[in-house]
């Protein structure tokens, strides 16, 4: 009897207990993975998102509109990236979130190569507008070579205006922008750059700091909504790959050390 009472004391026991890792696992979710559902959340559920797409798009056509009241030399361009500009890729944000993890590049590829992400709101009736104008739309992204296919898919499903390989631009060996800006610039005035993240506009942003990002920020202000239109994207971009200083081979753990370090409370 004592012996039962003895066993049953132990099972009771061992049932109760939780390692002290498991607790701290669903006490203290990593922000960088959970934070990413919400974020999602706000870009998939809110009106708001779509109201400040719609902002940024019509931001741009009122400045092009002011671009071509003036004689140009070149033809114009309007030079704009893809991801969280033209295409809304947060599903994927949302799949790799519940499973647990991050963004990596063989997952990424596989979503880019259904060719699903939808229209942000207001991007296609803009492109459509440019090129009714005569203004040349290139689509400069960080996506490389072999995503070139599915993407030019998805910008045709969609029917955007130069979704040809040649207004494609692809990234080749670095991620800065600036070497293709350049060669675009060769042959055309660019009077306008789209995008969601600081260096889709400027080598102003490539790889910067935190607090560099913001002083540049500040000198060009009066370029927002002018020459830069800046489309929000709470999930990712340059913002976050400064609070890790532009290093992208930290733990998760690390990377939610970071994050609450950069947070402000009271
Ligand atoms: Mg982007």
Request: net charge neutral; aromatic share 12%.
């Amino acid at each position: 009897m004592r012996r039962l009472f003895f066993f049953l004391s132990v099972a009771a026991l061992s049932a109760c207990y939780v390692p002290k890792t498991a607790v701290n696992k669903q006490i203290e979710p990593a922000l960088l993975v959970n934070g990413k559902l919400w974020s999602s959340f706000f870009i998939q559920s809110s009106a708001e998102y779509d109201a400040l797409c719609y902002q940024a798009y019509n931001f741009a056509k009122f400045s092009l509109d002011e671009v071509l009241k003036a004689p140009s030399g070149k033809p114009l361009a309007v030079v704009t990236d893809i991801d969280e500009t033209v295409l809304d890729n947060s599903p994927y944000a949302v799949h790799r979130a519940l499973e647990g993890k991050d963004f990596d590049a063989r997952s990424w590829y596989e979503w880019t190569s259904k060719a699903e992400a939808l229209p942000l709101p207001g991007s296609l009736d803009f492109f459509n507008y440019a090129a009714s104008k005569g203004v040349t739309v290139f689509y400069l992204t960080n996506r490389d070579e072999a995503e070139r296919k599915a993407t030019l898919e998805n910008l045709k499903k969609y029917k955007y205006p130069f979704s040809d390989d040649s207004h494609l631009i692809l990234k080749q060996s670095v991620s800065s922008k600036e070497s293709r800006r350049q060669t675009i610039a060769e042959n055309f005035n660019i009077v306008l750059l789209i995008g969601d993240n600081l260096s889709d506009f400027s080598t102003l942003w490539d790889k910067k700091t935190k607090n560099e990002r913001s002083k540049n920020v500040e000198l060009t202000q009066s370029e927002f909504g002018k020459k830069y239109i800046v489309l929000p994207n709470p999930n990712y971009g340059g913002w976050e790959d400064a609070i890790y200083g532009n290093m992208h081979n930290l733990t998760t753990a690390q990377k939610d050390s970071a994050i609450k370090a950069n947070l402000k409370g009271y």
